[in-house]
Nanobody, 126 residues
Framework: VQLQASGGGLVQAGGSLRLSCAASGRTFSSSYMGWFRQAPGKEREFVAAISRPGSTTAYTDSVKGRFTISRDNAKNTVYLQMGSLKAEDTAVYYC????????????????????WGQGTQVTVSS
């Protein structure tokens, strides 16, 4: 499976962006999907994840209430709607997919994901 992330860019603090991640291959609907981010000089961190059917989601505390993850299995695409953006959200955002656990399982750590997209830069100016 290959993942292609897009939608990043430069936005002012308080603004919004929507990231998309398109998957090729036939295993998208059988994978839970996640978004991670990596700021300069920092480790890659979990942002959000969604279960295979899209019925369960999880977020890191710092983005709860501001970001929403969703997926469209018919389009093989996962989205991250980001609102009320802050300077500290500036990072390269990566989408990833994994296949562990049962149908409703969600991975929250890097080692639970087997394939990754190339990343898209999000820069929030204050």
């Amino acid at each position: 499976v290959q993942l292609q992330a897009s939608g990043g860019g430069l936005v002012q603090a308080g603004g919004s962006l929507r990231l998309s991640c398109a998957a090729s291959g036939r295993t998208f609907s059988s994978s839970y999907m996640g978004w991670f981010r990596q700021a300069p000089g920092k480790e890659r961190e979990f942002v959000a994840a969604i279960s295979r059917p899209g019925s369960t989601t999880a977020y890191t505390d710092s983005v709860k209430g501001r970001f929403t993850i969703s997926r469209d299995n018919a389009k093989n695409t996962v989205y991250l709607q980001m609102g009320s953006l802050k300077a500290e959200d500036t990072a390269v955002y990566y989408c990833a997919g994994g296949n562990r656990g049962n149908y409703y399982y969600i991975g929250k750590s890097l080692n639970e994901y087997g394939y990754w997209g190339q990343g898209t830069q999000v820069t929030v100016s204050s």
